[in-house]
């Protein structure tokens, strides 16, 4: 079965930082690229993040210059290093993967979410 598993998720005060890792589990080929969004309570689920199959990277002006997405294709994980954490920053953190599947071909794949609160 194929699936992404998120974690690293928490409570931290402003100021610090987290840093949220993407599991890709299955038999998968290659991960074509990932997005990190947000969502927060009566809010659209917004792009935070997003790295493209070859390296490319894309931020949103809200979070350019303290977030930053990395990844280790040896595990089939990708990371989102927050630091300088901002109150404004609290909400269910989800990834988002296209990935390759031995014998099924591309599929678009979301993490169950992982919920970061930042204090004030």
């Known amino acids: 079965q194929v699936q992404l598993v998120e974690s690293g998720g928490g409570l931290v005060q402003a100021g610090g930082s987290l840093r949220l890792s993407c599991a890709a589990s299955g038999s998968i080929l290659s991960i074509n690229g990932m997005g990190w969004y947000r969502q927060a309570p009566g809010k659209q689920r917004e792009l935070v993040a997003a790295?493209?199959?070859?390296?490319?990277?894309y931020y949103a002006d809200s979070v350019r210059g303290r977030f930053t997405v990395s990844r280790d294709n040896a595990k089939n994980t990708g990371y989102l290093q927050m630091s300088s954490l901002k109150p404004e920053d609290t909400a269910v953190y989800y990834c988002n993967a296209q990935l390759l599947i031995l014998y099924k071909g591309g599929g678009d794949y979301w993490g169950q979410g992982t919920q970061v609160t930042v204090s004030s």
């Open positions: 790295m493209t199959r070859g390296g490319d990277t």
